[in-house]
């Protein structure tokens, strides 16, 4: 079901799609209660928020699957899911595939990097071959059990070859049964609009900030073709350098109060969490054992 929701939101002609990352549940439920429609969970995020590395492989398929799981279990909205490279073997794609959906997650999008990859706005990249890439594809094609369930194909080709090497790859997934496409690291809108004349499936355009792709609008985006545009770690970074900031005065001084107008309030907190919907449950739990 939350498959077949992501694709209706995707295929809105009138309006491009924000996909927005959420670190863990209760980011989900943030986003969700001020109106985001898609969320996503990113690779690089399991590994800073949940584990506190770098995104160079040190996750594995377990950590990711707990995440979403906690993050699906919080919000029903269509979450999609980076996978990486499928950790490992054709094998372990469909079994992240058949773990992914029985958790009621949308989505996932699975990459053309070597096994040992990094960040996709980082140098050094390593590609395997379109054969390789396409085996995964149909692995993941293959093990999904709802049709609706997306199958992304990323593919860092434009880094490591080029934008012709970039198209043909492209071309090449979508032909053993990728739903969607997401050509990372990309530099201009020209080459959004150069995929998406040949492609004939939507487009995912990652604009994160401090990386190599400029910031472009919705409308520009919009304009040359794309479907998607993916925010994965604002609201992480957002969040991160306020806890920095606070961390950093409250060190120094002799109170928080002078903080407070930049805090979430206690109330608002139980707000989200409809924390007082579940403490009436209690009560009543509570009151008829009394009884």
Known sequence: MRGRLFRQLVEN?????????????????????????????????????SFGLPDLGFTK??????????ITSACDLPLLVDVDTGFGSLNSIQK??????NENVAAIHIEDQVDLKRCGHRPNKKLV?????????????DAR??????????????????????????NSYVEVGADMIFPEALVSLDGYKKIAQESSV???ANITEFGKTPLFSK??????????????????RAMSKAAEKIYKELSSTESQEHMLGEMQTRD?????????KYEKEMDDILNKKDE
């Open 268 to 276: 608002e907190l139980y707000d989200y969490l409809s924390y007082h």
């Open 145 to 170: 059990t709802d049709d609706d369930f997306v199958i992304m194909a990323r593919s860092d080709a434009l880094a490591v070859e080029n934008d012709e090497m970039l198209l043909e790859r492209i």
């Open 129 to 141: 071959s379109i054969t390789e890439m396409q085996d995964r594809i149909k692995a993941a094609v």
């Open 219 to 236: 409308k520009e985006l919009h304009d040359v073709g794309v479907s998607m545009l993916l925010y994965p770690l604002t609201a992480f």
């Open 96 to 101: 992240t595939v058949k773990l992914l959906e």
């Open 61 to 70: 398929l377990e950590d990711v699957v707990e995440d979403a799981r906690r």
């Open 13 to 49: 002609d009138k309006e491009l799609l924000s996909i927005f990352g959420t670190v863990n549940a209760y980011s989900s439920v943030l986003a969700k209660k001020n109106g985001v429609k898609s969320i996503y969970l990113s690779g690089s995020g399991v590994a800073a928020a």
């Open 202 to 204: 939507p487009i995912l």
